[in-house]
């Protein structure tokens, strides 16, 4: 460990013995653009011009005058690692949160903090040391924190700001209480008992330079080391779940929820949050005792869960459950925290997690209501739940998100192609906007929130994958377009031998198409996603409305759909849409194309 001698300014290193008995103070800061990095620090010339080369001095100048006892030396993260060694940078990271505890004081420097009495300090509540993502370590590790001012002046103590600290940090006030009694067993009890989730809701919002240091700044917190891989990305803080897995059976680790509003019926590809802000309003998730075991394996994540039968209505939902996770909500003993899974078929005891939107406080209500939408025109779904059926089970949450059966989810890419009218060879139709875009040929095909669809007069069933509009090129206000849909059928209909069906008839696209003049529906909105959620929107409104359509089942198949004349302009020509849905093969791999043409009279 690299220490700065505070009367030389000098570096100096400890290891071993040396470094056990060792007292020193530590420096907890916001970085500038000027900071000192370890070669400028210790060469001949040091930039002592340079605002982070005076801010080491004042932490030096402060912690050799410091009383009762005098520091000799100070731990300042800008120079006190060489960075320019990836190992000596994946030591210090991972070793970072024990320097901190085992530090004699740690100095907190507000930089955009100006007065002198911390209750008349109202810039300390935007100060940027409280949404940064290396700082809360920092505030939680030492036993003992002081808080100073830009002028280096002292305005309290982490005990003696508790309060107003724990409005800043929804860091419980106990806590922080405890964390200030200094001794590390008291405050690695006080930990013991928080929560995953609560912990990782503490970190909600503060941010890093880079993606990966959302996940390396929080190893402490949990106790894990894992080898720093910077452009990782995003990868980094679903590893870091994953070790604390491994540590730590508390299944809350479960228990976050979308805080933003996504594309409408997209799943996430991991059964883990992408980054601690899924867990902002999940903080009130309070650990059971005792923990049952849990075990991460290649199949994925397997745990003691209460799985009710629930339904929504929706005779394709019949592999729906509701898990109700161990502990408990809101300061309620009673009220426990629910996520929804569907089971994949033909492997018993495998789920996926669904609605990842959603964590449910259950407390023996029958019935639990969502709002689905949140847009200009949302619904609400009604889900109802079977508590006599529940039962004790133990399953496997598979890690990355399977949405259809094994045959569906490798079913071939879509193309989309739009054919110039087939009587004036001028284009007649465009693609405005599709939920997902079809923009090239290997296009992965995504997921809607219309999950299941029934035709009408058919036997034949669809899950439905995504939407696209199709509009005509006209000048007229009122431009006639079709609504598409499309998606894979089940494996075999009603009155169908499954076991004559290949896997790619099972897997081949269906195509929904229904008349719509819906310019106004998506106009006078900028952007894509927007538009996208409108077409959401009206596509779920068109289906519940039971609007005009045809039907393709089958690759090969084909249909024709006269569109009506706009009611605001009579003399518009006739138009006929031609779809179908034709397969190309080589080599062992299909691609099924969409085509589209028009007939104008």
């Known amino acids: 460990m690299k220490l700065i001698n505070t009367t030389t300014l000098k570096v100096e290193e400890f290891v071993g013995p040396a470094l056990e008995s060792l007292e020193y103070a530590i420096l907890s800061h916001t970085w500038t653009d000027e900071e000192v990095s370890f070669q400028e ?35 300042v993260d800008t120079c006190c690692i060489d960075k320019s060694s990836s190992a000596e940078l994946s030591e210090s990271i991972n070793s970072m949160f024990e320097w901190y505890r085992k530090s004699a004081v740690c100095y907190v420097y507000l930089a955009d ?63 922080l209480h405890m964390l200030g009694l200094g001794h590390w067993l008291r405050i690695k009890s006080s930990l013991g008992h928080v929560s995953v989730a609560r912990r990782m809701s503490w970190a909600a919002g503060r941010q890093t330079t880079r993606l990966e240091d959302v996940a390396y700044c929080l190893m402490g917190l949990f106790g894990v080391h894992m080898p720093l891989l910077y452009g990782e990305g995003s990868r980094a803080f679903l590893r870091l779940q994953e070790e604390t897995i491994k540590l730590r059976h508390d299944q809350s680790i479960l228990a976050w929820k979308s805080p ?12 883990f949050a992408p980054s601690p802000d899924y867990f902002e309003k999940t903080a009130d998730v309070s650990l059971p005792k005792p923990r049952l075991p849990m075990s991460l394996s290649t199949a994925g994540l397997s745990l003691d869960v209460r799985l009710c039968p629930v339904g929504d209505g929706n005779p394709g939902r019949q592999a729906m459950r509701l898990a109700i996770l161990e502990g408990h909500l809101q300061d309620n003993y009673l ?26 406080p259950i407390t023996g209500q029958p019935t639990v209501e969502l709002e689905i939408g949140r847009w200009i025109q949302s619904r609400k779904l009604k889900l109802d739940i079977d508590y006599d059926g529940s039962v004790e089970q133990r399953i496997t949450l598979m ?20 054919q110039p009218d087939q009587n004036t060879g001028a284009p007649c139709m465009e693609a405005v906007v599709g939920f997902p875009p079809l923009t090239s040929p290997t296009s992965v095909i995504g997921y809607v929130r219309i999950r299941f669809l029934k035709v009408p007069d058919s036997d034949v069933r669809a899950r439905i994958c995504g939407i696209l509009y199709l509009k005509e090129l006209s000048t007229h206000v009122e431009r006639r377009g079709v609504l598409a849909f499309w998606g894979v059928r089940e494996a075999a209909q009603p009155g169908e031998d499954a076991s004559s069906v290949s896997p790619w008839d099972a897997a081949s696209p269906v195509v929904l198409l229904g008349e719509s003049i819906i310019d106004q529906e998506l106009g006078g909105h900028r952007g894509r996603d927007r538009k996208e959620q ?23 198949d084909s ?27 080589f080599l062992e791999r299909t691609v099924f194309e969409l085509e589209f043409s028009s007939t104008t009279e």
């Open 260 to 271: 933003y509003v996504r594309p409408l019926g997209t799943e996430f590809e991991s059964l």
């Open 335 to 360: 009220c426990r925290p629910g996520i929804l899974v569907e089971s994949v078929p033909g492997i018993e005891g495998l789920f996926n997690r669904i609605w990842q939107d959603y964590l449910f």
């Open 559 to 585: 249909f024709s759909l006269p569109l009506s004349r706009p009611p605001g302009n009579p003399d518009a020509p006739n138009v006929t849409i031609h779809a179908r849905i034709k397969s190309r093969s």
């Open 41 to 75: 620090f210790t060469s001949d010339h040091p930039p002592v011009h340079k605002i982070g080369y005076q801010k080491i001095a004042k932490s030096c100048e402060l912690a050799r005058s410091a009383k009762p006892e005098q520091f000799r030396y100070i731990w």
């Open 399 to 418: 890690t990355h998100h399977r949405g259809l059966s094994e045959r569906a989810r490798h079913s071939p890419p879509l193309m989309l192609r739009i």
């Open 113 to 175: 903090v100006t007065a002198v009495d911390w209750s008349l300090a109202e810039d300390r509540k935007r100060s940027r040391w409280f949404s940064r993502g290396w700082t809360l370590q920092e505030l939680i590790a030492p036993g003992h924190v002081l808080f100073c001012n830009t002028d280096w002046v002292l305005l309290g103590t982490r005990t003696e700001l508790a309060e107003d600290l724990s409005r800043n940090t929804s860091i419980d006030f106990r806590l």
């Open 534 to 556: 409108r077409l959401q929107q009206f596509a779920d409104r068109w289906v519940r409305a039971g609007g005009k359509h045809k039907f393709i089942s089958k690759a090969s």
